[in-house]
């Protein structure tokens, strides 16, 4: 199983640009998340997907954010436009949800994003 | 909301000595606990989970237990080893109706074993 897969692995951009971050996850899982990490805020939950579906989005921080994602096997998340504070590890994070029985969330290896 | 509490914040212990890791939540719907490992620069991998209806789970030098009573589950690591150097997440996740599940974060224990 090739677990998680995120791109790019690093981002370097000016403020103002717009950012896509990618993600696909495990096959057959069918919750996804996208977390933000920076050494303040620690680990939070930005939005997640149940069936392609967002479930949760208000841990996204401003209208420049937005995620989608268009089938079970990709999702994109973005920002437009672009700010310093921005700059932070953007982890996707996958998992199988059925019913009443929770199953581990699996992560990918992130993308180091900093904002110039 | 859940919100989750994780002590101490940083943790030195001697090699070969035990390290305990406390997390409290406050969401009595939550069911399932995992803890990750976070190695500097990667990504959080998943080292043991616990259900709701499991006091105690071991796995080799890793032990969690969990007190559904006082909403309280700890890491425990025994004879610990240079390599268990890292930051350490408790996680409390509980299924929403609906369906999909949401996992709150605990803020991380920086453990460092040192020789």
């Known amino acids: 199983d090739a677990g998680v897969i995120q791109s790019p692995r690093h981002e370097v951009t000016e403020m103002g640009q717009e950012v896509t971050l990618r993600c696909k996850p495990i096959s057959g899982h069918n919750s996804l998340f996208w977390y933000r990490q920076t050494m303040m805020r620690g680990l939070e939950l930005l939005i997640y997907?149940?069936?392609?579906?967002?479930?949760?989005d208000s841990g996204m921080p401003e209208d420049r954010f937005s995620a989608k994602m268009p089938n079970a096997s990709f999702s994109t998340l973005k920002i437009q436009p672009s700010e310093p504070r921005d700059s932070a590890v953007y982890f996707c994070?996958?998992?199988?949800?059925?019913?009443?029985?929770?199953?581990?969330?699996?992560f990918g290896d992130g993308t180091r994003l900093s904002i110039l | 909301g859940e919100n989750v509490e994780q002590h101490p914040s940083t943790l030195s212990v001697q090699e070969g000595d035990s390290a305990v890791i406390k997390c409290t939540y406050s969401d009595s719907a939550s069911n399932y606990f995992p803890w990750y490992k976070q190695e500097l620069g990667k990504r959080p991998q998943l080292i043991i989970d616990?259900?709701?209806?499991?006091g105690e789970k071991k796995d080799q030098r890793i032990a969690v237990t969990l007190n559904k009573t006082a909403k309280h589950f700890s890491l425990h690591i025994t004879e610990t080893q240079p390599e268990d150097s890292a930051v350490y997440f408790c996680?409390?996740?509980?299924?929403?109706?609906?369906?999909?599940?949401?996992?709150?974060f605990g803020t991380g224990t920086q453990l460092k074993v040192e020789l």
């Open positions: 994070a996958s998992s199988l949800s059925s019913g009443l029985t929770n199953q581990p969330q699996h």
């Open positions: 616990i259900r709701s209806n499991v």
């Open positions: 997907f149940n069936n392609n579906v967002p479930i949760d």
């Open positions: 996680a409390a996740i509980y299924v929403l109706t609906g369906g999909g599940n949401k996992l709150t």
